[in-house]
């Protein structure tokens, strides 16, 4: 999807900000951008993520936990943290987008809880409110917000994982009976990784093929009771999924159906309707647009994983960084003192890149909430709206969940054996949020999404072109591709980097140098790919496809580097909200991080390209190092920023014990040394030797 940048939203000029050392943080301000537009209910949510009654101690059995977290849920409904999106005549707000931002933050308690609070409210309860109609919510919402009915969101198959469009399981209408016979025709066609499926769920909301007079009229959502107080109602079955690698408080499980007769009026029929008669009518009548508008309602899971990893990042750079400004090892720069982890140039290279990152995923979903709120408001809900929604959730979520993970493993590694305690929270937070990345879709099958999407809009360049404008396209394209091929471009960019290899770091810290960078790569990849799958027009099916494959791996590549671009652009339009001067400063430096570590990441691409030549890359290392060092003496109030106090973070190595200790410690060596009875070091006798052999000499 091409994104623009407005004129109110321009890049700031290198040249409006002050290289200023002295610059400082205004914790505060920071912070009050970092919250948004729904701050109130970002820090509603954060105190209640606070309370002890919502956190899991650690060593729970998976059963006990499952316990702990339900009763959790009864803290939420009882807070009233649950209501937010609904509509006011069931008891609700009707604001979407508060929603997301208070659930987001639950991940700080508990990702489990977090979890299975999304399960029951923003997609069980989510799918009956957007595919239902006004007497399906006020039927079941009012017992889905109280907890009266906990139920599943039953849509993915043993069997096909990701791809919603080939799931197996029917849902017939018997024009007799007036109803749906459920069926789930094989083992493959389990529902399977169901959130509340094998314990406290007792209703469903099961996609199935709709079928009626024969005809099969794709997938379609259906409210399908599971269980009573006896256990499962006759026709239904399942069994438990058991220990997990992480999300141990979720009670997943499998679900299968066998001829479950359900009436007609529990077909969610908001886009695809079954008359008594079994007539099936539609208000879209392209069956793959009626598919995708369906599944696009259910984006919300998707913009709620991209704010909770952005979360968890932040939690987890606060308890590294400050550990980092604790710590001390080695004393390579004097002989009683050890240094701080964090002034080794190699500890900032681990932590503050990722720190930068986890700024720019968090302005990004910022605006992707601003989006899915607009959408789901209904003050900006057309097609492209939320062809746009569904591209942008898909590229953030899938950046910043991998982030998370990626993140939370350095900063468990960067705070060595301490890091590995799970007092400290890094291994199950790790374990928690692996399953990030593959459910609410595969990001891998995600970035393939998006795609699509930008290949589609490159096409949209064509659409109704005349042979005039296609010629001087061709022609352009055609120039463009000479000069990179032919090295011009790199032996003009050569000539103009020499002999000054500050001008080369000066060009490079521009902002509409670092926005052209990234942009020519994501233009130019999606041109390549474009290019090579024209040959696929027109070829049988089997041979398009294997075309495709050809390209699929160009193709994810193009859609990554198309989301960080993204979240580029987030985090300098982001800039501009923050007011103070020094804030400002340094967090341009920390966006400029940012930018040139995309451009490190991928600087193979760039100079076998001719985007950058040989002496502008070389100067690029050092001036990414001069960057960190400016940054470092501020890495502790840039993740003061983030909000998050011990109530949060729950980790020993973020207290301040590790400065109490070392403070002990050098003070312990300082009253030592004073006191003249401390051990003579052996090298320093060995030395004293040598220099009175050689002063016999």
């Known amino acids: 999807m091409t994104q623009t940048v407005s004129k109110s939203a321009r890049p700031i000029p290198a040249s409006s900000v002050r290289d200023d050392d002295s610059a ?72 979407h987008g508060g929603n997301v931002a208070g659930f987001a933050e639950l991940v700080v308690a508990d990702p489990s809880l977090q979890i299975k609070a999304g399960v029951q409210w923003g997609l069980f309860g989510s799918a009956v409110l957007h595919l239902g109609n006004r007497e399906h919510h006020e039927k079941w919402l ?59 769920g007792k209703a469903a909301v099961v996609f199935a093929h709709l079928i009626t007079k024969g005809v099969d009229h794709g997938v379609h959502a259906f409210y399908v009771e599971l269980r009573d107080d006896n256990g499962f109602l006759p026709g239904v079955g399942g069994e438990d999924d058991g220990v997990k690698g992480g999300l141990n408080g979720i009670d997943n499980g499998r679900l299968h159906f066998s001829n479950v007769r359900i009436p007609r009026t529990n077909l969610l029929n908001k886009y695809g309707d079954v008359a008594a008669d079994g007539t099936y009518t539609s208000s879209i009548e392209s069956p793959g647009r009626r598919f995708f508008t369906m599944i696009g309602t259910l984006v919300q899971g998707r913009v709620s994983l991209d704010g909770a990893a952005v979360a968890a990042s932040k939690m987890a750079l606060k308890t590294a960084i400050q550990y980092g400004t604790e710590r ?4 390579g720069a004097s002989d009683i003192k050890e240094e701080v982890l964090m002034d080794y140039q190699q500890h900032q290279r681990r932590l503050l890149p990722r720190l930068a990152t986890t700024f720019a995923a968090s302005f990004a979903h910022d605006e992707l909430l601003q989006k899915f709120d607009d959408v789901f408001s209904g003050a900006h809900d057309t097609d492209e709206d939320r062809q746009d929604l569904e591209t942008l959730a898909a590229a953030l979520k899938s950046l910043s969940t991998w982030h998370a993970l990626d993140t939370l493993q350095e900063c468990r590694e960067a705070t060595g054996g301490a890091g590995f305690l799970s007092e400290n929270r890094f291994t199950a937070l790790r374990a928690d949020l692996d399953i990030y990345a593959t459910f609410e879709g595969d990001n891998t099958v995600l970035l393939q999404l998006v795609a699509k999407r930008l290949l589609a809009d490159y096409a949209k360049e064509f659409v ?21 091929r032919t090295g011009l471009r790199q032996i003009v960019q050569a000539f103009a980097d020499t002999g000054s290899e500050k001008k080369s770091a000066v060009a490079l810290r521009d902002p509409k140098t670092q926005r052209d960078l990234l942009t020519d790569r994501v233009g130019t990849m999606v041109a390549e790919v474009a290019g090579a799958l024209k040959a696929a027009r027109g070829l049988p099916k089997d041979k398009g496809a294997a075309v495709f494959n050809a390209n699929q791996h160009a193709l994810i590549e193009a859609a990554h580097a198309h989301a960080e671009l993204l979240q580029w652009e987030a985090f300098t339009r982001g800039l501009e909200r923050i007011e103070d001067a020094g804030t400002r400063q340094v967090m341009t430096w920390v966006r400029d991080l940012f930018g040139l570590s995309l451009i490190e990441k991928n600087l193979g691409w760039y100079l076998m390209n001719g985007r950058l030549s040989a002496q502008r890359a070389r100067t690029l290392g050092p001036y990414i190092n001069r960057l960190l060092a400016k940054i470092r003496p501020h890495a502790v109030d840039l993740v003061d920023s983030f909000g998050y106090g011990p109530e949060h973070l729950r980790s020993k190595i973020a207290s301040g014990e590790e400065k109490a200790r070392q403070d002990e ?20 006798l060995i030395q004293r030797k040598k220099q009175a052999a050689k002063a016999k000499r």
């Open 464 to 484: 109704g072109a005349d042979f005039g404008v296609l010629a001087r396209y061709a022609v352009g394209q055609a120039t463009d591709r000479t000069m990179h």
């Open 24 to 95: 400082v943080v205004d914790v505060d301000a920071l912070s009050r951008a970092l919250l948004g537009k729904w701050a109130d209910i970002r820090l509603q949510a954060r105190e209640l993520a606070g309370r002890d009654e919502l956190h899991t101690p650690a060593g729970l059995s998976h059963t006990e936990h499952r316990e702990r977290v339900m009763t959790q849920l009864k803290v939420l409904v009882d807070t009233k943290a649950v209501h937010r999106a609904f509509p006011k005549y069931v008891g609700g707000e009707d604001n």
């Open 328 to 331: 001390r090892q080695f004393n």
């Open 665 to 684: 410690a050098m003070e312990y060596q300082r009253l030592l040394r004073a006191s003249g009875a401390a051990p003579v070091d052996e090298k320093i």
């Open 142 to 200: 009012p017992g889905i917000m109280s907890l009266e009915i906990p139920g599943c969101f039953a849509m993915t198959e043993t069997g096909h994982g990701s791809d919603v469009a080939s799931i197996a399981t029917t849902a017939e209408y018997d024009v007799e009976k007036e109803e749906f016979i459920i069926n789930t025709p094989f083992r493959a066609a389990w529902k399977d990784y169901i959130g509340n499926g094998a314990v406290y």
